[in-house]
């Protein structure tokens, strides 16, 4: 009889050990997919880094602004409370030559945001370069001067957002084209 009680304390104390892990059925797995991304720049080449994005708010009861810098600092003006981060400005870039002379300009001065379902739009206005010193982005080329010693420049782009007192809650969007011609 003494026998047969060791094989079985072996068997519970194994179990035990386990911690049950030697059910059947209680393991959930997963998979997830992520991304890779690289882009190589040849000589002459402009690109977008990453899109201007104001952020999560809540629209007041009187029109306000909410501004990015081309530095990624958000400011509000009327009665808008801002939500979260998830803000931040856009950044372009490219590889020309040191010293070398480009001309950047946008296609339009004002950028409408219009609401994914419904007809409300919110206009983006008075955009601005991140250069030294900061300019303001227009439809007029605007000159300046690749300083780096590779050529590989990179700057942000700011704009201000109008919002419409009472704003229809939504997710907006728009698109902008900023152009750069190399000299």
Do not use: C
Not at 151 to 175: D, E, H, I, M, W
């Amino acid at each position: 009889m003494l026998i047969l009680m060791k094989p079985i304390r072996l068997y519970l104390g194994l179990w035990t050990a386990l911690g049950g892990l030697v059910l059947p059925g209680m393991a959930h797995a997963g998979q997830a997919n992520g991304r890779a991304e690289i882009a190589v720049l040849r000589t002459l080449s402009f690109i977008r880094i990453d899109d201007l994005e104001f952020g999560n708010i809540i629209a007041g009861p009187a029109a306000g602004t909410v501004t990015i810098s081309p530095f990624g600092v958000r400011t509000t003006t009327g009665p808008i409370t801002v939500v979260g981060g998830g803000f931040q400005q856009a950044q372009f870039g490219g590889r020309g030559a040191t010293n070398q002379n480009l001309q950047i300009s946008m296609t339009t001065n004002t950028v409408t945001l219009r609401r994914s379902t419904g007809p409300q739009t919110m206009i983006a206005n008075a955009f601005i370069i991140g250069s030294t010193p900061t300019q303001p982005l227009t439809t007029t080329p605007r000159l300046f001067r690749i300083s780096s010693s590779t050529g590989v420049f990179q700057f942000g782009v700011g704009a201000r957002l109008n919002v419409g007192a009472n704003q229809a809650p939504g997710a907006y969007s728009g698109t902008f084209r900023v152009t750069l011609i190399y000299q």
